[in-house]
């Protein structure tokens, strides 16, 4: 079957550099984002999650940056490895429960 | 995949027959969603779950219909298969039993959908 990776916009990066992906959201007044992993032929995996309160949140190797005043988020991954490869999805809450997820960024990172 | 099976995994099925989709969880999470997954549409949310028998419209529910009659199972019932139906479908399931914030959803391993 087709990829859910075709037709996406695709970041290309060497093995050890930092990675930084964007997304644009829709809602000011959404008020919950989350980072997702996808994987070939696996589920959405949660990366992490950021609420309005904050600007920024940190993880293991990973950081989320939140723009309210130009609704953009930003993931960024330190020190990209190859197993980093993957589509990487932004969802953000567009009511109680319920989010709305964007189109995603492909990531390759070569050795 | 955080105690969230799918079956079946794969099928295959021709158009107008019924199929349904079976989401279990063992996490005893309040939510469960049912999504669709296409190449240049991302994931999109049919149905999702709030509790026992509460259940609600997603973005693309025409053509679906889901139920909950235990707090672990979430059924999906395409009534009459059509071949725009042909797709990758994810269950998710969020939140403590007494959820009354935003939660992250974690996802099945998927299943894939092929009306001929």
């Known amino acids: 079957g087709e990829s859910v990776g075709l037709h996406l916009p695709t970041l290309s990066v060497q093995e050890g550099d930092n990675s930084i992906i964007n997304c644009a959201y829709s809602n000011s007044a959404s008020d919950y984002f989350i980072w997702y992993k996808q994987e070939s032929g696996k589920g959405p995996q949660f990366i992490i999650d950021i609420r309005s309160n904050m600007d920024k949140r940190q993880g293991q190797r990973v950081t989320v940056l939140l723009n309210k005043t130009v609704k953009h988020l930003s993931l960024q991954i330190a020190a990209t490895q190859p197993g980093d490869s993957a589509v990487y999805f932004c969802?953000?809450?567009?009511?109680?429960?319920?989010?709305?997820f964007g189109k995603g960024t492909m990531l390759l990172v070569s050795p | 995949d955080a105690g969230i099976t799918q079956s079946p995994r794969h099928k295959v099925t021709e158009t107008g027959t019924p199929v349904t989709l079976r989401c279990h969880q063992t996490?005893?999470?309040?939510?469960m969603y049912w999504y669709r997954q296409d190449p240049g549409h991302g994931l999109r949310l049919i149905h999702y779950s709030y509790g026992v028998k509460d259940t609600d419209k997603g973005e693309v529910s025409d053509g679906y219909s889901v139920s909950r009659s235990k707090t672990e199972d979430f059924l999906l019932t395409l009534e009459s298969a059509t071949s725009s139906q042909t797709s990758v479908y994810f269950c998710?399931?969020?939140?403590?039993?007494?959820?009354?914030?935003?939660?992250?959803?974690?996802f099945g391993p998927g299943t894939r959908l092929t009306v001929t």
């Open positions: 996490e005893n999470h309040r939510y």
């Open positions: 969802a953000e809450n567009i009511g109680y429960s319920t989010l709305t």
């Open positions: 998710a399931i969020s939140g403590p039993p007494l959820a009354t914030a935003n939660y992250e959803q974690y």
